[in-house]
């Protein structure tokens, strides 16, 4: 294809524009002006209280000596936090389903989703280690725990959300339940779905971590290795793990983001 044509496609057209206005400065120079304050910010309270923060040399070293110790610790927790994530969502799409179409099973099975949230996951996680063993099940557990309420709230929220004259129509050609949840209440969920897996994505890692933490026989996962180096007052260990953290967390929030532009086009929030 000729330039004259490539500059016809649409999408090629949206491709430039879209990099145009990643590489403007109003895009990128705020955050890394932040970026510059934090990190001056951080070597001057390092400099001075060496025990409290390490050096941000120090934390890079650690990540540029030992690369893969990270990456393959960081591996374990990222499969934990996903395989939580999708038993969670499994779970939290099921009963979403169940308790948007009855009122009597919403009122019997929300209460005790509201118990399971407010029920401090610190407090639930020993116990999974203890019932199933120091393998990764219970790492998964929790994580699947830590984001089914989120879920769970978001999803039945827009399931019910549709328009009543919309549900109307669909009652007057007598469509199925089945039509009815595939070709309307779905669809008008899926705003609030993507919402919930913003915030349930990072949170998956969060409850990765406290498993790991709370299961002393764990070998792998950078909750362990947070752990052991803080018993060690290995504070640029803890760090360097704390960024892998960071950056799996801001990976997955923008890969949940591209995937929500791209099925949520049709989407009045999208449509800027």
């Known amino acids: 294809m000729s330039p004259r044509g490539a500059r016809g496609v649409p999408g090629v057209r949206r491709a430039r524009r879209v990099a145009r206005l990643a590489l403007h400065p109003r895009r990128w120079l705020p955050t890394a002006v932040a970026l510059l304050v934090a990190a001056l910010a951080w070597r001057h309270v390092a400099r001075g209280n060496p025990y409290v923060l390490p050096a941000l040399g120090a934390v890079g070293g650690q990540l540029v000596d030992e690369p893969l110790f990270y990456l ?125 897996l ?27 290795v947070i752990s052991v180096a803080s018993q060690n007052s290995q504070l640029d260990r803890v760090f360097a793990s704390i960024a892998c953290l960071a950056l799996m967390g801001t990976l997955l929030l923008a890969v949940v983001t591209a995937v929500e532009r791209r099925v949520l086009s049709w989407h009045s929030s999208q449509q800027r």
Do not use: C
């Not at 406290?210 to 950078?222: D, K, S, Y």
């Open 72 to 196: 393959s610790n960081a591996w374990v927790t990222l499969s934990e936090a996903l395989l939580g994530l999708g038993l969670g969502a499994v779970a939290a799409f099921a009963v979403a389903v169940v308790v948007s179409e009855s009122l009597l099973l919403r009122r019997a099975l929300m209460p005790l989703a509201v118990v399971l949230n407010v029920t401090p996951v610190v407090a639930i996680a020993p116990a999974l280690t203890v019932a199933f063993g120091f393998g990764v099940f219970p790492k998964v557990l929790v994580a699947a725990l830590t984001t089914f309420f989120p879920l769970l709230m978001n999803t039945a929220t827009g399931l019910r959300s549709v328009r009543r004259e919309v549900l109307q129509v669909f009652r007057t050609v007598h469509a199925s339940r089945w039509d009815v949840l595939v070709r309307l209440r779905f669809p008008s969920a899926l705003p609030f779905v993507f919402a919930a």
């Open 198 to 224: 913003r915030v349930v994505f990072p949170l998956s890692l969060v409850g990765a971590i406290v498993a790991e933490f709370t299961a002393p026989g764990a070998a792998a996962g950078l909750g362990t």
